[in-house]
């Protein structure tokens, strides 16, 4: 009996650590599994954006990093964006002369023209109405950033450095999550903007351009979307990669304790 009690402890250790190293297995199958391709969350928030060689580009800096040029033009957009989404600027161009060109310029002051387009209805779930899409003057000091900027020309709600909402929109919330992307056509749609005046601008050159002209800030975005698209891919190849290997170590260990067995009924 002693003899067979000894003969089956290490048969006993080896299932032991067999069953172990199984759920282990298991374990981490999950874990990569589920940490593999999960769902793209979208958000709801003002994008900055700047008009640069006749084209708007994503800010790369906060607006109270910037300090725009006398006869630049910052954009806001509110709009849900994801990450598959491509940046969804202000869909009016950022026409200068249309926005500042009735307002004369003032001696150690600059001219910012603003672009604010306030988004879509149906993105924007409080029932509000939303005011038409605008452009604004701003004559500001010489070292004034966008932050300023835009302040001199709307009411501005911000959270820890955050612009949440632009003239009361949206009502509540600040970068709230979404549950899905919209399906949005790229590029959107242009729009006409109520300029200083009350008279909302004509289609100008510069707006002609913008439906024939790529955007660069999307044309990226494209190259990021195929980037994420073959991300996915190896994500996936890595995910069967492990679950190989997990296998073939299942199989390793049944072999041995199969052998053991097999060992131990010789010995006895």
């Known amino acids: 009996m002693s003899l067979e009690r000894d003969v089956r402890r290490p048969v006993r250790s080896v299932l032991t ?11 981490l199958v999950l874990a990569v599994v589920v940490a593999g391709p999960a769902s793209a ?10 008009w640069k060689d006749g084209a708007w580009v994503l800010a790369s800096s906060g607006p109270a990093s ?7 033009v910052d954009g806001w957009r509110l709009a849900v964006s994801g990450e598959t989404t491509p940046p969804r600027p202000p869909r009016a161009p950022g026409d200068f002369e249309a926005i500042c060109g009735g307002t004369p310029a003032e001696p150690g002051r600059k001219r910012v023209a603003v672009v604010v387009d306030y988004g879509l209805a149906e993105e924007e779930t409080s029932g509000q109405a939303l005011p038409q899409p605008r452009g604004a003057c701003a004559v500001v000091d010489a070292d004034a950033s966008s932050a300023q900027v835009l302040a001199a020309v709307a009411s501005v709600r911000e959270e820890n450095g955050l612009v949440c909402a632009i003239d009361s929109v949206p009502a509540t919330g600040c970068g709230d999550t979404v549950p899905e992307e919209p399906d949005i056509p790229s590029p959107e749609p242009t729009v006409a903007l109520q300029l200083p005046g009350g008279t909302p601008e004509a289609t100008s050159t510069a707006q002609a351009n913008e439906t024939t002209t790529p955007n660069p800030a999307a044309a990226e975005n494209t190259d990021g979307a195929a980037n994420t698209d073959e991300q996915s891919s190896s994500r996936g190849v890595a995910v069967w990669s492990v679950v190989g290997v997990l296998v073939v170590a299942a199989l390793v260990l049944a072999a041995l304790v199969t052998r053991r067995r097999r060992g131990a009924g010789e010995d006895v």
């Open 17 to 27: 650590a067999s069953r172990t190293a199984l759920a282990a297995s298991a374990a």
């Open 41 to 50: 969350e979208a958000y709801r928030y003002w994008g900055f954006y700047q």
């Open 66 to 72: 910037v300090t725009p040029e006398d006869g630049a």
